[in-house]
Nanobody, 123 residues
Framework: QVQLVESGGGLVQAGGSLRLSCAAS????????KGWFRQAPGKEREFVAV????????FYADSVKGRFTISRDNAKNTVYLSMSSLKPEDTAVYYC????????????????WGQGTQVSVSS
């Protein structure tokens, strides 16, 4: 079993930056795809970004492309989400996920989830 713990959320003004971290323990985190999702109040959980375990390729939701960057540090069993040019519509609980799914945009296919960290962007 893999346990995931997110950190780094907070309140930031529009245009600001934050970096989220997701630390993993247990299991074989390095051989799992790693993703970030978010869920705003009253909305479904949505895909944000993924980094493939084998190639390191990254993919992003159109809404965050060019502003967010997903990265990993296999030695530290940690995945990061660097967010810049934040907008009020980025406000959500952000979740880290890990798994073997190839349907990355579908939250149902991911095996492991963190507890989430709140990101709030004020206008």
């Amino acid at each position: 079993q893999v346990q995931l713990v997110e950190s780094g959320g907070g309140l930031v003004q529009a245009g600001g930056s934050l970096r989220l971290s997701c630390a993993a323990s247990g299991g074989t985190f390095s051989s799992l795809h790693k993703g970030w999702f978010r869920q705003a109040p009253g909305k479904e959980r949505e895909f944000v970004a993924v980094i493939a375990w084998n190639t390191g390729s990254t993919f992003y939701a159109d809404s965050v492309k060019g502003r967010f960057t997903i990265s990993r540090d296999n030695a530290k069993n940690t995945v990061y989400l660097s967010m810049s040019s934040l907008k009020p519509e980025d406000t959500a609980v952000y979740y880290c996920a890990a798994g073997r799914t190839t349907d990355w945009r579908a939250s149902a296919g991911w095996n492991y989830w963190g507890q989430g960290t709140q990101v709030s962007v004020s206008s």
